[in-house]
């Protein structure tokens, strides 16, 4: 079977479990160079471990997706339960992603949970030197740096932060944030990707963070831990338990420690423009 770049692809030794895009193949060692479609995760692949995924199969799955996202957002809007006398200021969010296509991904996501967002697309080895810029133009409550990572068993252990792909530059980046804003609450801080150094980046100063058990993580997922981050009152501790329950991956994917929310809630109600919604948020490619 041959294969092209842009192919959607399956591992057979991993039971298709995760449905792949073919980003560069060396004909030479006959190896592909995989991106998740739906999950955070680079991967190498023999070419004779892939098989496509006819239309059919892809149009499955994709719906599949939606269905589970539509019904936690729709869970998500059912519990904000303040009345129309009310009116909401979530906190602001600095979303850095390495991927692009998975930034416009959460960006729709954030536009329907009105929740004032800049994505900026900005690749892991940069975040260390770009962030402290971004933080004083934006300053934002929540920060989020996110992308791709890794754990390569032939590299080293799991403790061993040289083992991951891009671990060292999330938590080198955490670090930086830290020095910027000391207080978790003040600054909330969700970093990592699929299979990252969870305690390594807890350590540094996140909230929150992946991957405890190392396993990959859904491109939405730092979407869930925003929401909770925006719309829990200051008054309140976020639930890391409905983070992690409205979360695709879950507790193996996702955790996080005690931190207070960014919303403030205001009375009387005051009317706004349905365009309103959208004028803090932007997308950035830098």
Do not use: W
């Amino acid at each position: 079977m041959s294969f092209n770049v842009g192919d959607i692809v399956g591992r057979k030794s991993y039971d298709v479990d995760v449905h792949f895009r073919i980003i560069s193949i060396d004909r030479n060692e006959q190896i592909a160079e995989l991106k998740g479609v739906d999950m955070r995760l680079f991967a190498d692949s023999p070419l004779g471990d892939l098989v496509k995924i006819d239309d059919g199969t892809r149009g499955r799955k994709q719906m599949e997706e939606e269905e589970r996202t539509s019904s936690s957002l729709q869970e998500i809007k059912h519990k904000r339960e303040y009345g129309e006398s009310y009116f909401e200021l979530p906190g602001r969010v600095l979303h850095m992603d390495g991927d692009q296509t998975y930034l416009k991904k959460c960006m729709e996501v954030y536009r329907e949970l009105q929740i004032p967002v800049y994505g900026i697309h900005v690749p892991e080895t940069e975040m260390p030197k770009r962030l402290l810029s971004l933080l004083k133009q934006i300053q934002p409550d929540i920060l989020i740096m996110t992308g791709h990572d890794a754990y390569s068993k032939s590299k080293g252990e799991k403790d061993d932060i040289n083992a991951y792909r891009h671990s060292s530059q999330f938590r080198e980046a955490v670090h930086k944030a830290r020095e910027y804003e000391r207080n978790r609450d003040q600054l909330i801080i969700f970093a990592g990707a699929c299979q990252s150094h969870f305690e390594a980046l807890i350590s540094a100063g996140a909230n929150f963070a992946s991957s405890p058990e190392r396993v990959n993580i859904h491109a939405l997922d730092p979407v869930f831990i925003v929401e909770k981050a925006c719309y829990t009152p200051i008054n309140q501790i976020i639930s890391v338990r409905q983070i992690l329950y409205y979360s695709v991956t879950g507790s193996s994917g996702l955790g996080g420690i005690d931190t207070r929310g960014t919303l403030r809630v205001g009375k009387p109600g005051i009317q706004e423009d349905d365009d309103d919604a959208s004028d803090d948020q932007d997308v950035y490619d830098i």
